[in-house]
T-cell receptor
């Protein structure tokens, strides 16, 4: 079992829909990152969370430390949101970033 | 403020050769970490440097090595290249270990 599990693996939605991507982890962490990767490779850090909720524009990230679960929400989705979204946890024990396998999001106009 | 810069962006090498990739972190960031991304294995941690010292290392063979200079710029080297080393190599910088990481655009290495 992977230390970081994401769901769904692939998600296709219509423009304007509310999107939720989930991340569950099994190790002790000090922080959780949500990353966005567009075709071409570059990765953008969207959020780093250690508790609660953060919001940036149409993006919202939440984390429940007790349940070892985080969600990334996108409101009023747009085709430019199409990308791979990756959850990564900073493992408190080995001090390494461990990544989920990513969620490929496609927003259709 | 300039972001994380990786050079070169693309590289083609033949089996058996060696390669050096470079990463310039954001000014003021002292931690640089390296990652390999392949379609089969996803993103995997290679190593992390802080103040010129390797702080952590992933499960990669000794052919993969790195270093960090006094200006925090980092290089990674892969010797005796194998076809399976073809991947996107990403570096990330942060102020210190465990803080928010900022990623570069990556170097896409193709081994033929």
């Amino acid at each position: 079992k992977n230390e970081v599990e994401q769901s769904p693996q692939n998600l296709t939605a219509q423009e304007g829909e509310f999107i939720t991507i989930n991340c569950s982890y099994s190790v002790g962490i000090s922080a959780l990152h949500w990353l966005q990767q567009h075709p071409g490779g570059g990765i953008v850090s969207l959020f780093m969370l250690s508790s609660g909720k953060k919001k940036h524009g149409r993006l919202i990230a939440t984390i429940n430390i007790q349940e070892k679960h985080s969600s990334l929400h996108i409101t009023a989705s747009h085709p430019r949101d199409s990308a791979v979204y990756i959850c990564a946890v900073f493992n408190f024990g080995n001090e390494k970033l461990t990544f989920g396998t990513g969620t490929r999001l496609t927003i259709i106009p | 403020k300039a972001g994380v810069t990786q050079t070169p962006r693309y590289l083609i090498k033949t089996r058996g050769q060696q390669v050096t990739l470079s990463c310039s972190p954001i000014s003021g960031h002292r931690s640089v970490s390296w990652y390999q991304q392949t379609p089969g294995q996803g993103l995997q941690f290679l190593f992390e440097y802080f103040s010129e010292t390797q702080r952590n290392k992933g499960n990669f063979p000794g052919r993969f090595s790195g270093r960090q200079f006094s200006n925090s710029r980092s290089e990674m080297n892969v010797s005796t290249l194998e076809l399976g080393d073809s991947a996107l190599y990403l570096c990330a910088s942060s102020v210190k270990l465990g803080t928010e990481a900022f990623f570069g655009q990556g170097t896409r290495l193709t081994v033929v």
